[in-house]
């Protein structure tokens, strides 16, 4: 059974950073897509970064140059540098895996999801 447990989250000042970590277990698989996504009270969920199954990488606009995704195969573990965090940033954290060669930021194309790891930012 796949499993994604995500850590790291927290509560910071605007301007500052968290790195959120993703630990990965239950499948084999080669052809896996792996994605960050954030959902705040009231709005839609949001994709922020991916990372497909040829190491291609996409981040949302609102984030490009403040988040990083990245990910260490030998420890199964997809991680989210946030740096430059702002109140806007406040949201649930999400890491999902998908089966495929790219997944891209649409939630649809994930089939496991973790629980997810809180991050609040105050102004």
């Known amino acids: 059974q796949v499993q994604l447990v995500e850590s790291g989250g927290g509560s910071v000042q605007a301007g500052g950073s968290l790195r959120l970590s993703c630990a990965a277990s239950?499948?084999?698989?080669?052809?896996?897509?792996m994605g960050w996504f954030r959902q705040a009270p009231g709005k839609e969920r949001e994709g922020v970064a991916a990372?497909?199954?040829?190491?291609?990488?996409n981040y949302a606009d609102s984030v490009k140059g403040r988040f990083t995704i990245s990910q260490d195969n030998a420890k199964n573990t997809l991680y989210l540098q946030i740096n430059s965090l702002k109140p806007e940033d406040t949201a649930m954290y999400h890491c999902?895996?998908?089966?495929?060669?790219?997944?891209?930021?649409?939630?649809?194309?994930?089939?496991?999801w973790g629980q997810g790891t809180q991050v609040t930012v105050s102004s």
């Open positions: 239950g499948y084999t698989a080669s052809n896996v897509c």
């Open positions: 999902a895996a998908g089966l495929g060669p790219g997944c891209y930021l649409y939630s649809w194309a994930y089939k496991y």
């Open positions: 990372i497909n199954a040829d190491g291609r990488i």
